[in-house]
């Protein structure tokens, strides 16, 4: 067996401008959502600055002083590899960047930038894949003349064609070829949103009416919960953004009607527009459903927080009138058995009607799916449909469609007392 190989880590450090406007507890939850998505990056973040300011430094963001401190640490770093990175809290322009990175001596990626780069890696559809070129095209075609200026001429006659990797120069790209390109894609798009459409309607005629969203912040355990409401294997992975691509699985075990259960990309503060808009598709699973589950880490100290970023983005996709069931996930991993109660009666008090469970107890899993299948039931109606002998190539239809409460047999048939929706009811009529 051949040695395991260590990867050895890539070290970077993080810095953030704290505005007057912005208090203690929002800027120390972002800076942690920062890191983490370093990590997701495949980063290893050894130092935070902070620097607190009137405004953004104009020419690299950060003053002067603060500048100097992060380029003396850079190079005396104790570590067994470079710097490579320095992830900043913010969306700053090209010229900010450039500066930032002449001055500290590393690379300097924004925030906007990681998100891009994590959700480039782990697009894995035709439709996730396209979604994120577009976003990124928008986010470089506003740069581009300055990073021209910025590159000199050379950099201007590099102009080449987009939609290559992540990793390539901006100035490689034109204004131009950018639109064209984000035309094409755009046309993929739509084919393929005419194409997951007829899908739907395809799921709808097999009677497929009980559509349920997982939505919620990235790494809260949506996937997982995916897992168990639908006993499928989905990814898993403790990083944000695992999942891009919408899963859509039954909810098992089967019920009447049958539920099925979609999962979405994950939210996250200050997600940048492009992103939201090019993920639209994505989401609608979010905009179909007739229930969504909005799963928030009960064990993140900032999930108030989390809670507003999930409730202003499905706001700004129209999903704010849809039915809602808050869904406090991972509460095993609060303290012991009394801190999890405390939490528990806490959050009980201040959400009324929320579940609170983990994704990972088989007993927490069965209450959510009664949750799930009840919210569906509550509008079906109890009949009698008569099935003569002559007819009994119907049988599995009524099983299908209903749920079956009472069948009784006599000389001419059979008689089922059901529950099922009116519509599924009335055509089933129609047939017997």
């Known amino acids: 067996m051949p040695p395991e190989v260590k990867v050895k880590p890539r070290y970077a ?18 800076l942690a959502e920062l890191r983490d998505l370093a990590k997701t990056l495949g980063y290893k973040v050894i130092h935070t600055f902070i620097q607190k300011r009137a405004a953004f430094d104009a020419a690299a963001y950060l003053g002067v002083g603060k500048r100097e401190e992060i380029r003396d640490y850079v ?56 979604q994120v070129e577009i976003a990124r095209l928008g986010y470089l075609a506003p740069r581009l003349r300055e990073l021209a200026k910025l590159a000199g001429p050379q950099g201007r006659q590099r102009s080449g064609t987009g939609g290559r990797g992540a990793g390539e120069s901006h100035t490689e790209l034109d204004k131009r070829k950018i639109r064209d390109r984000i035309a094409e894609l755009q046309q993929e798009i739509d084919a393929m949103d005419v194409e997951r459409k007829t899908q739907r309607a395809r799921r709808q005629g097999r009677q497929v009416l009980a559509n ?59 997600l940048p527009h ?13 905009l179909d459903a007739a229930l969504l589950l909005h799963v928030i880490d009960a064990s993140d100290p900032g999930f108030e927080r989390q809670l507003e970023v999930t409730n202003h983005v499905l706001a700004e996709i129209g999903a704010e009138d849809i039915p809602r069931l808050r869904v406090f996930n991972k509460i095993d991993h609060v303290g012991d ?19 609170v469970m983990s994704a990972r107890r088989h007993d927490d899993v069965a209450l959510l799916h009664k949750a799930i299948v009840d919210f ?16 009994q190539q119907l049988r599995k239809d009524i099983y299908a469609n209903c749920e079956v409460l009472q069948e009784r047999a006599d000389e001419a048939g059979a008689f089922f007392r059901v529950r099922g929706e009116s519509e599924a009811l009335d055509r089933l009529k129609e047939r017997l």
Not at 18 to 26: A, H, I, M, N, W
Not at 235 to 251: H, P
Not at 276 to 284: D, G, I
Not at 376 to 391: C, G, V
Request: aromatic share 6%.
């Open 13 to 30: 450090v993080v810095a953030a401008v704290q505005l007057p406007s912005v208090g203690d507890v929002e800027f120390e939850a972002s």
């Open 212 to 270: 349920v969203a997982l939505v919620g912040y990235t790494n809260a355990g949506k996937s997982t919960l995916m897992r168990a409401l639908t006993g499928s294997e989905v990814l898993v992975a403790d990083k944000l953004f695992a999942t891009l691509d919408t899963t859509v699985r039954t909810l098992y075990p089967e019920s009447v009607p049958r539920v099925l259960v979609s999962d979405t990309v994950g939210f996250i503060k200050n």
């Open 274 to 286: 492009g992103l939201v808009a090019s993920f639209k598709s994505t989401l609608e699973e979010a």
């Open 376 to 391: 569906f039931q509550r509008d079906l109606i109890e009949a009698e449909l008569f099935l003569p002998w002559t007819a």
């Open 337 to 355: 058995a009394v801190a999890q109660a405390e939490h528990e009666a806490a959050l009980r008090a201040k959400y009324t009607e929320c579940i």
């Open 75 to 130: 190079s005396a770093a104790e570590t067994d590899g470079p710097i490579e990175a320095l992830f900043v809290d913010h969306e700053i322009s090209p010229s900010q960047a450039r500066n930032l990175e002449n001055d500290v001596g590393c690379e300097v990626m924004d925030r906007t930038m990681v998100i891009l780069e994590i959700f480039h890696r782990n697009a894995r559809s035709p439709a996730a894949r396209a």
